[in-house]
């Protein structure tokens, strides 16, 4: 007579299926969670990448050049960089992912031809820029006085 083999009853299998899947319903909120936190880190640093590029491209072109925060009714939100004349660098635009916004309403930063902040012609305060993304955190992308481009996930 044959011994029985070891092995598992269709019902320990059915347990563990189970239990796997209660496990990674409990899971994919934190995933998707941090699949956003990340999508928000890689659009704030790309907009501070940006926002350097900007402040070289004014010292270079030997004239001011201004980068546009612009919250456009619905999505996607978009930056836009503009030369001394108000016309667009169209090779500079970026749109926002549908998850990211900005809070804040329509800003700008502003450089001159030695790379300083400017507003109107005069050097400007700080100014920041609010992020958020569609989980509720925020990030910030800071301008300083004295040229410093900077992110916090602080108001300053």
């Not at 030997?62 to 999505?75: E, I, K, P, Q, V």
Request: charged share 15%.
């Amino acid at each position: 007579m044959r011994s029985r083999g070891s092995g598992f009853t269709i019902i320990e299998l059915l347990a563990v299926v189970g239990i796997m899947g209660v496990l990674a319903l409990l899971a994919v909120p934190r995933v998707s969670d941090a699949l956003i936190n990340a999508e928000l880190q890689s659009t704030v640093r790309q907009l501070a990448s940006d926002a350097h590029h900007v402040r070289q491209l004014a010292i270079m072109r030997g004239a001011n050049t201004r980068m546009d925060f612009l919250r456009l009714s619905g999505h996607p939100h978009q930056v836009r960089v503009f030369n001394e004349l108000s016309q667009e660098m169209r090779e500079y635009r970026r749109v926002l992912p549908a998850r990211i916004t900005f809070v804040t309403a329509d800003e700008n930063f502003a450089f001159n031809y030695l790379g300083e902040p400017i507003a109107f012609g005069n050097p400007t305060p700080n100014s920041t820029i609010w992020i958020q993304a569609s989980n509720g955190r925020s990030m910030y992308l800071i301008l300083s006085i004295t040229g410093r481009i900077r992110i916090s996930t602080t108001p300053p």
